[in-house]
């Protein structure tokens, strides 16, 4: 289980799907809205959910006969991963509370996450936000623990409740581990942030340590898959594979982290000047062929349409250019591809760094005009060129 907030993972963040995203891209199914956040499920869960039934059907079988032992244990997938979303919405409530948005939940294979709009400004809150998760299963597991303690139980229940305890008590002491992408990790990385005053020492730091626990993952799984119990069983292949898949989810999220941070690096060195294409400035009714002459003819990367007295009115797709065969071009004109310039996308030439990017992702599209400061046209910037300054770290 983890929370994100939005890295530049060699990608503009003018791509990013917000909390209200209906593209196909979106994380899974949308299952509500709880505190105005999006609850997505992937598909994966219900692989998981299905697994977790036959896992536990046999415990179930020990104190109800079946079919009825298949519904008890569906019973236990379902009120696992409520365990999980409880976990994951703990994250964004403390986000949201803390003033931070949050875009979405998904629940998924390996748990849950919990996609956050920015980062932190401060560890504290860095701190506050990682630590609700896990909190929350452990105050969890403790009620659980209460009430096997106070409570007489048919058979059914007391099963589900010693599960659900044990399950929250190990999801919670697990997201514990001092590594990226779990929540130990972000704990990690609000304490070296503090104490060095700088985010990115704390994110190099805690990825790297995330990197060790993803290989303490895999030799604890190799040593469990070889352990043998006293009546002769054992965990054997099972856990070895699910210690590799925990495990490779570790590494990749912590070598994700260390990379963001590289990629955090390059932001203020980002210049739309720099970056920009020179345009060629073109009526709407001019043939695409006769477009694309002038543009060669300039040596210019992009197509601006203008009105006849100068002022730019469109811009024209790059995909869209492409994707039309060179015998249609004579017969297509540069507007009939073009789309209208709203006044978001129109960046200043001079805009840089941060401010770039937030741009970007407040108008995400695949071209954006720039003007100087007097409105005259400077040139185009495409999301592919700021897609390709990230490339290679």
């Given at each position: 289980m983890t929370h994100s907030a939005p890295p530049a993972e060699g990608k503009t963040p003018a791509g990013d799907p917000g909390p209200d995203d209906d593209r196909p891209g979106r994380p899974g199914l949308l299952m509500g809205r709880p505190f105005g956040v999006p609850v997505f499920v992937s598909p994966s869960w219900f692989l998981v959910a299905v697994l977790?039934?036959?896992?536990?059907?046999?415990?179930?079988?020990?104190?109800?006969?079946?079919?009825?032992?298949?519904?008890?244990?569906?019973?236990?997938?379902?009120?696992?991963?409520?365990?999980?979303?409880?976990?994951?919405?703990?994250?964004?409530?403390?986000?949201?509370?803390?003033?931070?948005?949050?875009?979405?939940?998904?629940?998924?294979?390996?748990?849950?996450e919990t996609s956050i709009g920015r980062e932190a400004p401060t560890p504290g809150?860095?701190?506050?936000?990682?630590?609700?998760?896990?909190?929350?299963?452990?105050?969890?597991?403790?009620?659980?623990?209460?009430?096997?303690?106070?409570?007489?139980?048919?058979?059914?229940?007391?099963?589900?409740?010693?599960?659900?305890?044990?399950?929250?008590?190990?999801?919670?002491?697990?997201?514990?581990?001092?590594?990226?992408?779990?929540?130990?990790?972000?704990?990690?990385?609000?304490?070296?942030?503090?104490?060095?005053?700088?985010?990115?020492?704390?994110a190099i730091f805690a990825g790297w340590v995330g990197r060790g626990v993803a290989l303490a993952c895999l030799l604890a799984g190799a040593f469990l898959a070889t352990y043998e119990t006293g009546d002769g069983g054992g965990f054997g292949w099972l856990a070895l594979l699910w210690s590799a898949l925990v495990a490779s989810f570790i590494w990749v999220g912590a070598t994700q982290a260390i990379r963001a941070e590289r990629v955090r690096d390059r932001i203020p060195l980002l210049s739309a000047r720099r970056l920009a294409r020179r345009a060629t400035l073109v009526t709407a009714d001019v043939p695409l062929a006769e477009a694309i002459r002038r543009a060669h003819e300039e040596h210019s990367g992009a197509l601006v349409i203008v009105d006849h007295d100068g002022m730019p009115r469109g811009l024209v797709s790059e995909k869209a250019v492409t994707a039309t065969p060179p015998h249609r071009r004579p017969w297509v004109t540069a507007g009939d591809l073009s789309r209208g310039i709203e006044d978001a996308l129109t960046l200043p030439a001079d805009i840089t760094g941060d401010d770039l990017v937030t741009a970007l992702r407040h108008a995400p599209a695949s071209e954006y005009l720039l003007v100087e400061p007097d409105g005259r046209v400077y040139g185009v910037l495409a999301v592919a060129d700021v897609d390709r300054a990230f490339t290679g770290i």
């Open positions: 977790v039934t036959v896992m536990f059907e046999g415990q179930a079988n020990d104190v109800i006969a079946r079919p009825a032992s298949y519904a008890v244990a569906f019973a236990y997938a379902l009120l696992l991963y409520g365990s999980v979303f409880v976990h994951e919405l703990s994250h964004a409530v403390t986000a949201r509370v803390l003033g931070l948005p949050v875009r979405s939940v998904t629940l998924h294979i390996l748990g849950g809150r860095e701190f506050l936000i990682a630590f609700a998760g896990p909190l929350v299963n452990l105050v969890l597991a403790g009620l659980g623990l209460f009430a096997h303690a106070v409570l007489t139980l048919p058979d059914v229940a007391l099963l589900l409740l010693e599960a659900l305890t044990f399950a929250n008590l190990l999801v919670g002491v697990f997201n514990l581990l001092p590594g990226l992408p779990l929540d130990g990790g972000r704990l990690v990385r609000a304490a070296v942030w503090k104490a060095t005053g700088r985010s990115r020492s704390g």
